[in-house]
């Protein structure tokens, strides 16, 4: 009994010892790792909102520089890819982002070929509906693949699926692992209120970018402006301003 309160003792001591030098609290043990936490929890840890937010955040702003670097090359000068009127960010690729973060997250230690089918089928989805969403909710679109060899509506296309697919296994392999590093290294005590100062953020510009757009399609139209707001869009989201941001876009219908 004595051996055994002699040997409490000398577990507590080294444990008060550690935990002075180690804040994570990992005390090798002989063979065993004794851990305990002496921290809370980061807020982004795990599969919750604040995860889920910064994925979108971080797919839309990596789709916009995508998406810029890919027109630079193909059509030899520099367009704005931007989803809102306001910002760096391309929503397609945030909702895809969230979707292969989603479709991949138990898959990931998979074959590539595995991720690559997955990740295709998941990209090709979400493409499809945020066009079908755009055309029925404004009368635009903002891709049309029509003349591209094996395309569904010309909303999707073959071309762009296989380009799903790569993106999956590059995202498994790379982007992910990068992103989630990079929000572990946001303390909590600025985590949530940046995220929700960035959520206010999003509602804001996309209530914005909404009425500019709905707007821009009345002038297009003919229709004059009717009162303060329509007077205010048109001097601040005037035409030229427009056709710069979105000038991909295409009225249909």
């Known amino acids: 009994m004595l051996q055994a309160h002699r040997e409490n003792n000398h577990f507590l001591a080294v444990k008060d010892m550690t935990t002075l030098n180690n804040p994570v609290g990992v005390l090798p043990f002989g063979h065993r790792t004794l851990s305990y936490v002496n921290s809370e929890r980061h807020f982004a840890d795990g599969l919750n909102f604040y995860k ?48 292969l973060y989603l479709a991949l997250r138990k898959i990931s230690s998979k074959k590539p070929l595995h991720i690559f089918l997955v990740g295709m089928v998941a990209g090709t989805a979400i493409e499809h509906l945020c066009s079908w969403v755009q055309e029925m909710a404004f009368g635009t679109v903002s891709w049309d693949y029509s003349n591209v060899p094996l395309n569904i509506g010309g909303r999707v296309c073959l071309l762009y699926s296989v380009f799903w697919g790569l993106l999956a296994i590059l995202w498994v392999k790379r982007l992910q692992p990068a992103m989630e590093k990079s929000i572990s290294k946001i303390p909590n005590r600025i985590g949530k209120p940046l995220t929700y100062g960035l959520l206010a953020f999003f509602i804001i510009v996309s209530i914005i970018s909404i009425a500019a757009v709905s707007r821009w399609m009345m002038r297009i139209d003919g229709i004059p402006a009717n009162g303060i707001i329509s007077m205010l869009l048109d001097q601040f989201f005037h035409n030229d301003f427009m056709e710069i941001i979105y000038s991909n876009m295409k009225i249909v219908g």
């Open 52 to 99: 889920l937010f910064w994925t979108f955040t971080y797919g839309s702003i990596i789709g916009f520089v995508v998406e810029t670097i890919w027109c630079l090359i193909r059509n030899g000068r520099f367009e704005v890819r931007s989803s809102f009127v306001f910002g760096p960010f391309s929503v397609i690729y945030g909702i895809g982002a969230l979707a």
